[in-house]
């Protein structure tokens, strides 16, 4: 499976938080899938249930994630810019890092532009 999310500006709170939500929402039914720890999903939209035996994770559909933008407001050029998109990178693997299923075995591609 593959998600492409534009327009991504990780230093500004409200776009992080929304994108914590979407991988926090993957973990939770990548997790349901498998049969792994389905009583810490607290999403009650999950089926309980699937057609596919996904027990063994290799059978789990793959997932990648396309995050494309410019991904900090402040030029890096700019005084501060460097420390600036360091801070908002190592932000963004605290949010991937939170996520240990998807940080494992998700694929993801950082598109600058």
Same mark, same amino acid.
């Given at each position: ?9 990780? !230093? ?31 999403? *009650? %939209?999950? $089926?309980?249930?699937?057609?596919? !035996?996904?027990? *063994? @994770?290799?059978?789990? $559909? ?5 995050? @494309? ?20 990178? %190592?932000?963004?693997? *605290?949010? @991937?890092?939170?996520?240990?299923? @998807? ?11």
């Amino acid at each position: 499976m593959f998600l492409i999310l534009s327009d991504i500006q990780l !230093d500004q709170p409200l776009v992080a938080e929304k994108l914590l939500e979407v991988f926090q929402g993957f973990e939770a039914t990548y997790m349901a899938m498998t049969g792994q720890s389905q009583e810490q999903t607290q999403d *009650d %939209n999950i $089926p309980e249930t699937y057609d596919n !035996d996904f027990s *063994d @994770i290799s059978n789990a $559909p793959h997932l990648v994630f396309t995050l @494309i933008g410019s991904f900090v407001t402040k030029p890096i050029a700019a005084p501060g810019g460097r420390q600036s998109a360091q801070s908002t990178f %190592n932000s963004l693997a *605290d949010i @991937i890092a939170s996520c240990p299923y @998807i940080a494992a075995n998700a694929k993801f591609v950082l598109v600058p532009g």
